[in-house]
């Protein structure tokens, strides 16, 4: 068994911004779990606003014991009440997790949902998100984001009645509006 990770930045075509303001990137850790020539991939995804740093995962991924590190990922996904260091750091748990579950479907040849027993309902919709930025850009933002049937804008920059006009007269999709962050600082301004 082998288990591999690096750091990277993940760059943005725009800059990026939310209610904890505007980046160009987001720091990131991607694992390779892998056994008998079949791997699995997770990610810890780093955005400035969590309390983790790329550094912090690196740091749990090397603490991390190999030849217990399958039982121990068995036991987080059953729930157990008792869980490994590792788990505590939501970053790595996750990346650590995502491996898991795709080495197990891999090696099994099955479909992640119905290793995992997934009941068969309509598959979740894919979105996009175009984050905050001048109105002015917009148009160019949407034209380079892939389709989707659905669109996620972020909202709580303070130009959000012209960004959602903007929104509005260039892009057909449905709509999920993300004022999480930016509502509960007050900020939304569609009036």
């Known amino acids: 068994m082998e288990l591999h990770f690096a750091r990277y930045r993940l760059l943005f075509h725009h800059p990026f911004g939310t209610a904890h303001g505007t980046r160009d990137g987001t720091d990131a850790v991607f694992v390779r779990w892998g056994r008998n020539g079949i791997y699995g991939h997770g990610e810890a995804t780093l955005p400035p606003y969590l309390p983790h740093?790329?550094?912090?995962?690196?740091?749990?991924?090397?603490?991390?014991?190999?030849?217990?590190?399958?039982?121990?990922?068995?036991?987080?996904?059953?729930?157990?009440?008792?869980?490994?260091?590792?788990?505590?750091?939501?970053?790595?748990?996750?990346?650590?997790?995502?491996?898991?579950?795709?080495?197990?479907?891999?090696?099994?040849?099955?479909?992640?949902?119905?290793?995992?027993?997934?009941?068969?309902?309509?598959?979740?919709?894919?979105?996009?998100?175009?984050?905050?930025?001048a109105p002015e850009l917009i148009a160019a933002k949407l034209g380079e984001l892939p389709r989707s049937r659905v669109?996620?804008?972020?909202?709580?920059?303070?130009?959000?009645?012209?960004?959602?006009?903007?929104?509005?007269?260039?892009?057909?999709?449905?709509?999920?509006?993300?004022?999480i962050q930016g509502g509960t600082e007050g900020r939304l301004a569609l009036d």
């Open 53 to 133: 740093t790329a550094d912090e995962v690196v740091g749990i991924l090397r603490q991390v014991a190999i030849h217990r590190l399958e039982a121990e990922c068995e036991m987080v996904l059953r729930g157990a009440t008792k869980a490994p260091a590792w788990t505590t750091d939501m970053a790595a748990r996750n990346a650590l997790i995502s491996a898991y579950i795709e080495l197990r479907s891999n090696e099994m040849g099955v479909a992640i949902a119905s290793w995992m027993e997934v009941p068969e309902k309509p598959f979740a919709t894919a979105m996009v998100t175009l984050g905050h930025g």
């Open 151 to 179: 669109l996620k804008v972020k909202l709580g920059s303070g130009l959000d009645r012209r960004t959602m006009e903007q929104v509005l007269a260039l892009d057909d999709r449905r709509l999920f509006l993300d004022a």
